[in-house]
């Protein structure tokens, strides 16, 4: 791996999920990565597609593919 012990942090977010009486919880994965690992690999703020360049998809696109990833998935 390209990162030492310490460069990297995964955290595990566990949350209240849907109210339908099953008591399932949520889960969320945080993975943070220090700037000097990132810059070693040649990844830092100042490449082009670190920064927004232009206007997101629209709800639709996410929506549908939403959708198709459900499909496939289940």
Known sequence: MP?????VRLDLLQHPG???GTGARRCTV?????PEA???LGLHPDQ???RVTGPSP???????AERLAARRHG
């Open 3 to 7: 990162f030492a012990a310490g460069e």
């Open 18 to 20: 849907p109210d339908d």
């Open 30 to 34: 945080e993975i943070r990565v220090r």
């Open 38 to 40: 990132l810059r070693r």
């Open 48 to 50: 082009p597609a670190a």
């Open 58 to 64: 629209p709800a639709w696109w996410h929506a549908e």
